[in-house]
């Protein structure tokens, strides 16, 4: 991923709190923050969620954030073809768009 996509990682968190049992409340509880502000983050209605709290919240579902030096370089027309690739791949596990009403 170059750039981060806020409801993508909202669907990251989701999945992996799933996979760990743990509810919306009980992350809520552990990042000090409202189990409404948890439930519209993983579902990509609020994205102005303070950084902090984003990391508290992967930490608790067991996700952690990996850095990388930016590019040196342009980006080679296989990079971007591999990008496009794992874009499209996260994509159709994602399935259709919801409706947001």
């Not at 994205?47 to 954030?65: E, I, Q, T």
């Not at 980006?75 to 994509?91: I, K, S, V």
């Amino acid at each position: 991923m170059s750039q981060i996509d806020i409801v993508e990682l909202g669907i990251s968190i989701k999945e992996a709190r799933l996979a760990r049992g743990l509810t919306q409340g009980q992350v809520a509880v552990a990042i000090g923050s409202s189990r409404t502000r948890v439930v519209a983050f993983e579902n990509g209605r609020n994205p102005d969620m303070a950084f902090s709290a984003v990391l508290r919240m992967m930490n608790v579902v067991g996700l952690d954030f990996a850095m990388a030096r930016a590019r040196e370089h342009p980006p080679t027309l296989d990079e971007l073809l591999r990008e496009q690739a794992e874009e499209d791949e996260r994509n159709a596990r994602r399935g259709p768009p919801r409706p947001r009403w």
